[in-house]
């Protein structure tokens, strides 16, 4: 053995230390749960009434332990804010480029974004890409890790079975401004769109899919291991797409929609001003012809 530390170059007291299994915190957990649930329902929550939400379901918890939690979850309250995306500093941010543009056909817009499933031991990570126009989830990707593969995976497989959007929104998070998710977004002559920032309602269409993923499949059935919950979001998925009416869609489904190009439609508002907002809208529109001159382009 001293022989092997010597060889490895590793202190033998790191070999010897008795190893310890990591302990599930239950309260955390506890906390964890509520927090997601009452998020869901009320996503305009911060930090504040998240502490007197917790008091008064009994638990004695001040701000500073509800913030890290909320960090681990990814919340973040859906008001105005100054920082409500995270992003990497160095990774390029476009701008948003749907305000006020009506989305009249499927493969018109699409937009994706992760959020957090609980399971009975801890959370795991779920991505989606979602077709504006019929509100079809084209693909989804379960991981335990918050990296990027997960999410590429998801975009590799809604490309290859669908086809190609014109536009494809996202948040400003650091795996929707990576170097590989823009990359493989350019190759396919995608343009690039990204909410801005303190605007909730930019990518408003996926956060009513995880409002409606989380309140009829996840909560009712309480999942605890990830092969149950690949299972049981599989099955979710198929009813969501082919069974489940949708009121915004004239109670068809979304398959119907998306395979007829009759009857969904998708718009956010333009709330523009004359003035700071103008300037914006103006450079967005800049950024959208050059992303669309750069699509056409003939490699050189």
Request: hydrophobic share 40%; charged share 20%.
């Amino acid at each position: 053995m001293v022989r092997q530390c010597q060889l490895s170059n590793v202190a033998r007291a790191t070999i010897y230390t008795h190893k310890v299994s990591a302990v599930v915190d239950e309260v955390e957990l506890t906390l964890l749960r509520l927090l997601d649930e009452e998020y869901t329902r009320h996503p305009f929550y911060g930090s504040r009434k998240m502490v007197l939400f917790l008091r008064q379901e009994g638990h004695v918890i001040n701000r500073k332990r509800v913030q890290r939690l909320m960090r681990i979850l990814g919340l973040v309250a859906m008001v105005p804010s100054p920082n409500t995306s995270k992003k990497q500093p160095q990774h390029k941010v476009f701008p948003y480029l749907l305000r006020g543009i009506a989305v009249v056909r499927p493969n018109q817009v699409w937009s994706t974004d992760i959020t957090y499933i609980r399971l009975a031991q801890g959370f795991v990570y779920l991505v989606a890409i979602i077709d504006w126009y019929s509100r079809k989830v084209l693909a989804w990707q379960l991981s335990n890790t918050m990296d990027v593969e997960f999410c590429m995976e998801c975009l590799t497989t809604a490309l290859t079975e669908f086809g190609t959007p014109e536009i494809f929104n996202t948040d400003q998070g650091s795996q929707f401004t990576s170097e590989q998710w823009i990359q493989k977004l350019q190759e396919n002559g995608v343009k690039i769109s990204m909410d801005g920032r303190g605007r909730a309602l930019d990518n408003i269409f996926v956060e009513r899919l995880w409002r409606s993923v989380k309140y009829e499949e996840i909560y009712p059935k309480n999942y605890a291991k990830m092969p149950e919950l690949l299972l049981g979001l599989s099955e979710y998925f198929a009813f969501y797409n082919g069974e489940r009416f949708h009121q915004s869609l004239d109670y068809k489904t979304p398959n119907e929609v998306y395979a007829t190009g009759a009857g969904g439609g998708a718009k956010i508002a333009d709330y523009f001003s004359n003035q700071g907002d103008a300037k914006e809208a103006s450079s967005n529109e800049e950024m959208g012809q050059r992303q669309a001159a750069a699509a056409t382009a003939t490699p050189s």
